[in-house]
């Protein structure tokens, strides 16, 4: 028989999911943090939840550390603090006794660095996948897809996990954008460049197989799945089973072509994220045009770039530092 605070959090987790359309992944990290915390502190009743009690959780937290023997970051221990303030905020208005969410301060946490592509970097990254040899069975294939990836990411500023979960009749190649649902279940619309809707076209062009999903395995694409025979006779529930690539193999995927370009730093999708976006601003582009573009809720979100971007700072720069040498 569940507590009742296990049935409250049970109802919170089903109100996250269904009620805010979260995903599931946020569904399983909101129930991972609280019950950390609830599990700790021995927490049987909403009222049972106090001040003292999320102190002496956060100094638990900040003295924690990882299968790694490292401290967990403070964006994480931030992430347990945000999770239990939404519990708290749920309970609050089903008028159930209990600590008020806004008595819970988030730890400060050091500015984020941005890691991006450099112009040299990034024209050498894009045309790693044309560096490779062809000659293996399925190569052509294989490099066709792995460049159409590298271009979507760049071109889009899409995150692994959009891109991963896109569909081939979602995208029209006559046309250059498309819509994508993001965090939130939130909608906005992405825009693909010349090279981008190029190598779209010659990957899918040769795509032998009948997966509905926009970027798929090598094995697959090469017909190596089910005919429509027996296409027709599944299931809609074995249909729904099938998967694109995962964002794991697409992150593996982006660090290969970096090494091959032979970049040192550590490349991600995320980080293709911060050059389509930091490109954007250095050309000119507006933060809250970028904002749209890139799915923020909030603006503050996409002011880290501003100081990278800053257009004015390095005039003033180049116009009054070292003027007095000779």
Same mark, same amino acid.
């Given at each position: !028989?569940?507590?009742?605070?296990?049935?409250?959090?049970?109802?919170?987790?089903?109100?996250?999911e269904?009620?805010?359309?979260?995903?599931?992944?946020?569904?399983? $990290?909101?129930?991972?943090?609280?019950?950390?915390?609830l599990?700790?502190a *021995?927490i049987?009743?909403?009222?049972?939840?106090? =001040?003292?009690?999320?102190?002496s959780?956060?100094?638990?937290l900040n003295?924690l550390?990882?299968?790694?023997?490292?401290?967990?970051?403070? *964006?994480?221990? *931030?992430?347990?603090l945000i999770?239990l303030?939404?519990f708290?905020?749920y !309970?609050?208005k089903r008028d159930?006794e209990?600590?008020?969410?806004?008595k819970?301060e988030?730890?400060?946490?050091?500015e984020?660095?941005?890691?991006?592509?450099?112009?040299?970097?990034?024209?050498k990254? =894009?045309e790693?996948p044309?560096?490779?040899?062809?000659?293996?069975?399925?190569a052509?294939i294989?490099? !066709?897809r792995?460049?159409a990836?590298?271009?979507?990411l760049?071109?889009?500023?899409?995150?692994?996990?959009?891109?991963?979960?896109l569909?081939?009749?979602?995208i029209?190649?006559?046309?250059d954008?498309?819509?994508v649902?993001?965090?939130?279940?939130?909608?906005?619309?992405?825009?693909l460049?010349?090279?981008a809707?190029?190598? =779209?076209?010659?990957?899918?062009d040769v795509?032998?197989?009948i997966?509905?999903y926009?970027?798929?395995?090598?094995d697959?694409a $090469?017909?190596?799945?089910?005919?429509?025979?027996?296409r027709?006779?599944e299931?809609?529930?074995?249909?729904?089973?099938?998967t694109?690539l995962?964002?794991?193999s697409?992150?593996?995927l982006?660090?290969k072509y970096?090494?091959?370009?032979?970049?040192?730093?550590n490349?991600t999708?995320?980080?293709l994220r911060?050059?389509?976006?930091?490109d954007?601003l250095?050309n000119?582009a507006?933060?809250?045009?970028?904002?749209?573009? =890139?799915?923020h809720?909030?603006?503050?979100?996409?002011q880290?770039?501003?100081h990278?971007?800053?257009?004015?700072?390095?005039?003033?720069?180049?116009a009054?530092?070292?003027?007095?040498?000779?």
């Amino acid at each position: !028989m569940p507590t009742r605070i296990e049935q409250l959090l049970n109802e919170f987790l089903d109100y996250v999911e269904i009620e805010k359309g979260r995903s599931k992944s946020t569904r399983r $990290n909101y129930d991972f943090y609280i019950k950390r915390f609830l599990g700790w502190a *021995n927490i049987q009743k909403p009222e049972e939840i106090t =001040l003292d009690k999320i102190r002496s959780f956060r100094l638990y937290l900040n003295r924690l550390t990882s299968q790694s023997r490292t401290e967990i970051k403070k *964006n994480t221990q *931030n992430y347990h603090l945000i999770a239990l303030r939404s519990f708290l905020k749920y !309970m609050a208005k089903r008028d159930i006794e209990t600590l008020a969410a806004e008595k819970i301060e988030l730890a400060k946490v050091s500015e984020r660095q941005v890691t991006f592509l450099e112009s040299d970097e990034l024209a050498k990254f =894009l045309e790693a996948p044309l560096s490779l040899p062809k000659s293996e069975k399925g190569a052509n294939i294989t490099l !066709m897809r792995d460049k159409a990836i590298l271009e979507t990411l760049f071109s889009t500023g899409l995150r692994v996990s959009e891109l991963a979960k896109l569909k081939r009749d979602e995208i029209n190649l006559r046309g250059d954008q498309f819509s994508v649902k993001g965090k939130g279940g939130k909608v906005r619309v992405v825009f693909l460049s010349n090279q981008a809707r190029y190598w =779209l076209k010659k990957y899918l062009d040769v795509r032998q197989d009948i997966s509905p999903y926009l970027f798929t395995r090598n094995d697959r694409a $090469n017909g190596n799945t089910k005919t429509e025979k027996h296409r027709n006779t599944e299931t809609e529930e074995q249909r729904n089973k099938e998967t694109g690539l995962t964002p794991r193999s697409i992150e593996r995927l982006v660090e290969k072509y970096a090494k091959i370009a032979g970049i040192t730093k550590n490349i991600t999708p995320h980080v293709l994220r911060h050059s389509f976006a930091t490109d954007l601003l250095t050309n000119g582009a507006d933060l809250r045009s970028v904002q749209e573009l =890139l799915g923020h809720a909030s603006i503050s979100t996409t002011q880290i770039y501003t100081h990278v971007t800053n257009r004015q700072l390095r005039e003033v720069h180049q116009a009054f530092h070292g003027r007095r040498r000779k």
